[in-house]
């Protein structure tokens, strides 16, 4: 199966700080991008549960945080 990839290149550039990049979004592997999962609450009867990992939207985003920090040796 292909796998795209994203690089980060990690450069500082002007004042250090805290830099943050989200991801393009991606199907979530938990429900396989239905969003929403079938639970029987009767018998006979189902009912609709959102995801808990996408909470229903069938995708998920991973939100990737640098910290620049001054190297104190
Ligand atoms: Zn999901």
Do not use: H, Q
Request: proline share 10%; charged share 30%.
């Amino acid at each position: 199966m292909s796998k795209k990839k994203e690089l980060i290149i990690l450069e500082p550039d002007g004042r250090i700080r805290k830099e943050a990049f989200m991801t393009a979004p991606m199907v979530c592997p938990y429900c396989n991008g239905r969003g929403c999962f079938m639970e029987p609450l009767l018998p006979g009867v189902d009912v609709k549960k959102d995801c808990p990992d996408c909470k229903g939207t069938g995708e998920v985003v991973a939100m990737v945080t640098i910290d620049w920090k001054p190297n104190i040796k």
